[in-house]
């Protein structure tokens, strides 16, 4: 991709928003909460499953929590949609919890951007579907990015 950081404000393009998706997948993929919660605004408003709250601090101890339950987990965005200053994207995720149980989740998010390319908004429905370790999907090395020539939810059957 051509895109540059500076172009990765609003108002969106194609390209733009394909690029903010990768680099989200990418932070997320590195399991560092304050990482992740740079990228969005001080006050950012979420709403994730069931739980609605907001800040950054708020962010940093969701993903802290999030992180240590659901282990090894690996993550596959894909833009869905965009405008001007919102993204849509569906994603998948494995991980397993401390008994060895590997999961599956399945989601959706409407993500929304300040001026300064920061979140401010994100929106996440989430569902889990307990799974085998042989129907794992997702087996690059754990705590760091998808390779880029793995295929993510490219033509996923699910």
Do not use: C
Not at 1 to 25: C, N
Not at 43 to 70: H, V, Y
Not at 131 to 140: G, Q, T, V
């Amino acid at each position: 991709m051509t895109t540059t950081v500076k172009k990765l404000v609003p108002p969106f393009d194609r390209e733009s928003a394909i690029a903010k998706v990768r680099m989200a997948e990418d932070a997320w993929n590195s399991r560092d909460p304050d990482r992740v919660a740079m990228a969005y605004t001080e006050d950012s408003f979420w709403r994730n499953r069931a739980e609605i709250f907001q800040g950054r601090e708020a962010i940093r101890a969701f993903l802290r929590r999030k992180w240590d339950k659901e282990l090894d987990y690996r993550l596959a965005k894909e833009m869905w949609a965009f405008g001007d200053n919102r993204i849509a994207v569906r994603f998948q995720y494995e991980w397993h919890d401390d008994a060895g149980q590997w999961y599956r989740a399945y989601g959706n998010e409407n993500w929304e951007f300040a001026e300064s390319g920061l979140m401010q908004r994100r929106e996440a429905s989430i569902n889990d579907k307990p799974i085998a370790e042989s129907e794992r999907r997702f087996h690059w090395p754990t705590s760091g990015p998808r390779p880029q020539d793995n295929p993510g939810l490219i033509n996923s059957p699910e």
